[in-house]
């Protein structure tokens, strides 16, 4: 009997452990693996019209495809990259090599469920089963007591339904090995930043940790945060933290481009519980990875909503659109060296503490009172983990309106000064000119006398807006949109 021949379509599942369709292929007989380098993917964005592809995460993703192709070569198998939209490519080799099946992992959002619905009416055209398969979530859809339509709008509510699961479902087994189908076919060769038309990003030495892509650097941070240094532990008294590599876990990078998945993560941390100390740290990095799960639900019952300026609670908020404003806001020049420390670190290294962007979203949405969308694409094009469901999620609940039943909600930028950065050390390592001045006032240099902040050498622009006046017009906007 002739063996069946499938293909697994790699998407964000950059890896070759803990991987339905790739198992679900090999057991079966040779296996097909494809990427395909979509062009839409390198275009520019809907609202603001940056290039969705920044360097630094694409330096991430080429590094990942290269460890994916290494990793299947190990276990027998290729990895074939081709150019071109998936609807075309993938039913061009089908026809080529002889598929009777398509495996891939299924993704939310709206463009993303574009391609997929382009690709099975494709493959369906030559003759070719289509098998999909899910993993973007740590509990599985259909062990969720709740349909997916049926998602809790409010995090709590959602996580107390649901955490009991987590870990419930432990990793797939291991693929043994592979038998690469038509071994003669030419893999093609790996994208270049230069093809995509970028340069090499240059590594700042100020960076957290120096991220490279792949499920092979993935798990060698698992290990190394998790167990060899311990940080586990007490991770829920760091994970506030803005300078450093171990402040908090930063497997996020590897969770968007699946070269780890949630439940590898989550299978350790069990482990972590069970070999060495169950605590709040631990639960807290479960109730992260939950939070995960709830923005990629939310993502899927919404739509398109999630994407509209009014977000999912239909305000319609008189959003800015300010291109200098947001200039500076992108280059880390408004003036509030806080938001400015964050933003030059997004700028000179692709990654973000979890409090810096919570701050700098405070800001362009509470104080600029610009268009959420705009900082949502930014995010987009500069994160190394950036994901769409959570990117826009955090977005659209830092604007006020997304889920969150606290109302107008944003942080004072002093206040978080103090608590986070009380002896400036985070903003004078990314703002160097403002180190001549005092712990006591580089979190506000307009105080400074002009004359005193030119005679020490501090060139750094005053602020673009007063914090208190314009988060009050930006407050008097938003309660008028809800009808307050």
Not at 153 to 179: C, D, I, N, Y
Not at 260 to 267: F, N, T
Not at 347 to 363: D, E, P, Y
Not at 451 to 465: E, H, K, M, N, S
Request: aromatic share 10%; hydrophobic share 45%; charged share 25%.
């Amino acid at each position: 009997m002739t063996p069946r021949l499938a293909a697994v379509w790699f998407r964000r599942d950059l890896r070759v452990l803990d991987h339905g369709p790739l198992l679900a292929a090999a057991r079966q007989g040779p296996v097909v693996c494809v990427y395909c380098v979509d062009p839409r993917e390198l275009g520019v964005s809907r609202e603001a019209g940056l290039p969705r592809l920044g360097a630094h995460r694409a330096r991430f993703l080429l590094e990942s495809l290269a460890d994916l192709r290494d990793g299947l070569r190990r276990l027998g198998g290729e990895l074939l990259v081709r150019r071109g939209g998936p609807e075309h490519v993938l039913p061009a080799l089908a026809r080529q090599l002889g598929w009777s099946q398509l495996l891939f992992h299924r993704l939310v959002g709206t463009e993303e469920e574009q391609v997929e619905r382009a690709v099975e009416a494709a493959m369906a055209a030559v003759g070719c089963q289509v098998v999909t398969c899910w993993d973007r979530t740590l509990v599985p859809l259909d062990a969720l007591p709740f349909a997916v339509s049926a998602t809790p709008e409010v995090f709590t509510s959602f996580r107390e339904r649901v955490e009991a699961l987590a870990g419930a479902v432990p990793p797939l087994p291991a693929v043994p090995s592979l038998v690469a189908a038509h071994p003669e076919v030419d893999p093609g060769p790996l994208p270049t930043l230069a093809e995509f038309g970028l340069d090499e990003p240059t590594p700042d030495p100020r960076a957290v940790l120096p991220f490279r892509g792949g499920a092979t650097a993935g798990r060698a941070r698992l290990q190394a945060w998790l167990w060899d240094q311990d940080r586990l532990r007490h991770y829920k008294q760091t994970r506030n933290g803005m300078i450093g590599a171990d402040y908090s876990s930063k497997f996020s990078p590897w969770l968007a481009l699946g070269c780890l998945s949630a439940r590898q993560v989550q299978a350790e941390i069990g482990r972590y519980e069970a070999e060495r100390v169950r605590n709040e740290s631990t639960y807290w990095l479960t109730f992260e990875l939950l939070w995960r799960d709830y923005f990629q639900l939310i993502a899927r019952k919404h739509g398109a909503r999630l994407f509209a300026a009014s977000g999912l609670r239909g305000i319609a908020v008189p959003w800015r659109r300010d291109r200098a404003a947001f200039e500076r806001w992108c280059t880390g020049r408004t003036g509030i060296p806080l938001v400015d420390a964050n933003l030059r670190e997004l700028l000179a290294t692709g990654f973000l503490s979890n409090r810096g962007r919570q701050i700098v979203a405070s800001f362009l949405t509470k104080n600029l009172g610009l268009d959420w969308r705009w900082g949502a694409e930014w995010f987009e094009s500069r994160l190394i983990d950036h994901d769409v469901a959570a990117n826009h999620g955090n977005w659209c609940y830092a604007a006020g309106v997304g889920n969150d039943a606290r109302g107008f909600r944003y942080f004072d930028i002093a206040v978080q000064a103090a608590k986070y950065d009380r002896d400036g050390d985070y903003v004078k390592l990314w703002c160097p000119e403002l180190a001549p001045l005092g712990n006591d006032v580089v979190h506000a240099p307009w105080t400074v006398p002009l004359g005193t902040r030119q005679r020490l050498g501090v060139d750094y622009p005053d602020p673009i807006v007063d914090l208190a006046a314009s988060v009050a017009a930006n407050r008097r906007a938003w309660e008028a949109a809800v009808g307050r």
